[in-house]
T-cell receptor
């Protein structure tokens, strides 16, 4: 148990569905991240929240909508996805982001395996 | 933004041999360089990291070197064991985010 929990672990959805991925961290961290992991590609940074404020939106299509109600919870709302969005979505947290220290170690959840039909 | 390139994409070594994975980065403002190991079906986990004020760091069989001038850093694993088989990711972090390389699939043959 690393303190970062993601649900659901597996999700199958049609292109017209609306679903949400949830991430919760129990580490007292102030920064949370969404990454997309596809086969044979780098971990792609999607969103960064630092102290509940979104500090990074890496040109992600609007069919992905993040929500960070507090420093412990992060959601990724999914709407009208495409088959190419099928991937493992990893949530991570870190103590915070700082210009001098960088992000520090990221602690990852187990991921949510998404399949879009 | 930051761009991290990692080589090789696959690496196969005999048990007991050494393995070296290399990464380059583009943003001179990056100051934190971690390495993550991801076993099949599991989450990435930090194995070693280095900050920009240090040139080399070692932890038992694992070492990392950093050349800030050339903007490259490397992971060295000595006396490899079958349990070292996994995908290894390098990353570079500046102020707000962390960017990853494409990963190296390391296979250690017994």
């Amino acid at each position: 148990e690393t303190g970062v929990t993601q649900t659901p672990r597996h999700l199958v959805m049609g292109m017209t569905n609306k679903k949400s991925l949830k991430c919760e961290q129990h580490l007292g961290h102030n920064a949370m991240y969404w990454y997309k992991q596809s086969a044979k590609k780098p971990l792609e940074l999607m969103f960064v929240y630092n102290f509940k404020e979104q500090t990074e939106n890496n040109s992600v299509p609007s069919r992905f909508s993040p929500e960070c109600p507090n420093s412990s919870h992060l959601f990724l709302h999914l709407h009208t996805l495409q088959p190419e969005d099928s991937a493992l979505y990893l949530c991570a947290s870190s103590p915070g982001t700082s210009g001098r220290l960088g992000t520090g170690e990221l602690f990852f959840g187990e991921g949510s395996r998404l399949t879009v039909l | 933004g930051e761009n991290v390139e990692q080589h090789p994409s696959t690496l196969s070594v005999q048990e007991g041999d050494s393995a070296v994975i290399k990464c380059t980065y583009s943003d001179s403002a990056s100051n934190y360089f971690p390495w993550y190991k991801q076993e099949l079906g599991k989450r990435p986990q930090l194995i070693i990291d280095i900050r920009s004020n240090v040139g080399e760091k070692k932890d038992q069989r694992i070492a990392v070197t950093l050349n800030k001038t050339a903007k490259h850093f490397s992971l060295h694993i000595t006396e490899t064991q079958p349990e070292d088989s996994a995908v290894y990711f390098c990353a570079a972090s500046g102020s707000n985010d962390m960017r990853f390389g494409a990963g190296t699939r390391l296979t250690v043959k017994p």
